[in-house]
C-alpha cells in the first residue's frame, strides 16, 4: 500500500486535533483511499509546550521541513495571515502539495498562491476553507467552471447563525446567545472574526475569485456584522415575518464585480431568494 508523509505546519488546537484524528483514523483512511498518511514533521514556534506528537517529529525551524525530501504534503494549521502566507508559498516552490483552511491567507495572498502552485505543479487544496462541510469551491473549480455564474449569495458563518437562531429562536439577548456559543466551542474567546463579519468577508473573497476568476480584495467588502443587533430588531423582523441573517453577496453586473457581507432581513420561507434588498 502506498504511503504519503505529511507535515503538519502547527500544533496548536487545530494542529493537535488534526494529528490526533489521523492517529486515530488511520485505519479506516488506508482502508477507504488505499494510501498510508503519515505525520513525519510538525511544525513548532516553542519545543517548551506539551503536544500530543511524540517529540522526534517536532521541528521549531520550517527550513527542515522545506529541506525534508520525504515530505509530500504540507498542511497549514496555523491560522492568521503571517506567517502562514510566507510559509505556504514557500512550500509550494519547493514543489510541496499544500492543503490548508485558512480563509483569511487564502484571501489575502489567493492570485500568489495559485500562480506558485501552477508554476511549480504542485496542488493547493483549500476547499476546507468555505463552508467546509459543503463542497462548494471543487464545485466552482470542476463540474461548474465552464457555467457563467451571475451571482453568489449566501450564509458562510456557522457561529454567527448559531447565535441568532439563539436571539430568534428562544428570545436570548445578543450577549446570552454569544456566551453560549463561546461556552460550547462555537464562537472564539475573542469572537470579533466572526461576529463583525470578517471571516464571511474572507470567505466571500475566496468564493468570487473562483466564481468570476476576479480578485477582490477583503478590504473592498463593504462589512457589518451583529454585533449591535438588539432584541428589538429580531423582534421588528420576526413580527413582518421575516429573520435576520449575516449574509455574503457577490454579484456581477455590467462587468463590473460587487461584494457585500452584511446582516439581511430575510424571508422564513427562503433565507436566500426573500432577502431584502
Not at 40 to 65: C, D, G, H, I
Not at 71 to 80: K, P, R, S
Not at 169 to 190: C, R
Amino acid at each position: 500500500m502506498k504511503k504519503i508523509k505529511i507535515g503538519l505546519l502547527g500544533c496548536g488546537t487545530v494542529g493537535s486535533a488534526t494529528y490526533e484524528i489521523l492517529q486515530m483514523n488511520a485505519d479506516k483512511i488506508a482502508q477507504k483511499t488505499g494510501v498510508i498518511i503519515e505525520v513525519a514533521q510538525v511544525f513548532v514556534r516553542s519545543m517548551e509546550k506539551n503536544y500530543p506528537v511524540p517529540k522526534r517529529l517536532l521541528t521549531t525551524n520550517f527550513q527542515n521541513m522545506l529541506d525534508n525530501p520525504e515530505l509530500e504534503i504540507i498542511v497549514e494549521l496555523m491560522g492568521g495571515i503571517e506567517p502562514a502566507s510566507t510559509y505556504m508559498l514557500q512550500a509550494l516552490k519547493a514543489k510541496k502539495h499544500v492543503v490548508t483552511a485558512n480563509k483569511a491567507a487564502v484571501a489575502a495572498h489567493y492570485a500568489d498562491l495559485i500562480q506558485m502552485s501552477a508554476e511549480n505543479q504542485v496542488m493547493l487544496r483549500f476547499e476546507a476553507s468555505v463552508a467546509g462541510g459543503i463542497p462548494v469551491l471543487d464545485a466552482l473549480q470542476a463540474p461548474l467552471n465552464s457555467n457563467e455564474i451571475e451571482e453568489v449569495l449566501g450564509i458562510v458563518n456557522g457561529t454567527t447563525n448559531y447565535i441568532l437562531t439563539q436571539m430568534i429562536e428562544s428570545g436570548k439577548s445578543y450577549e446570552t446567545a454569544l456566551k453560549l456559543a463561546q461556552e460550547k466551542g462555537f464562537a472564539e474567546a475573542d469572537p470579533r472574526a466572526d461576529v463583525e463579519g470578517i471571516d464571511s468577508a474572507n470567505k466571500l473573497s475566496i468564493l468570487l475569485a473562483l466564481a468570476f476568476d476576479e480578485i477582490v480584495p477583503v478590504e473592498t467588502i463593504p462589512t457589518s456584522g451583529i454585533s449591535q443587533l438588539k432584541s428589538v430588531d429580531i423582534k421588528q423582523a420576526g413580527d413582518l415575518g421575516y429573520k435576520i441573517k449575516l449574509l455574503v453577496r457577490g454579484k456581477k453586473d455590467g462587468g463590473k464585480f460587487t461584494g457585500l457581507c452584511s446582516t439581511n432581513a430575510c424571508s422564513q420561507r427562503s433565507y436566500v431568494s426573500g432577502c431584502l434588498q
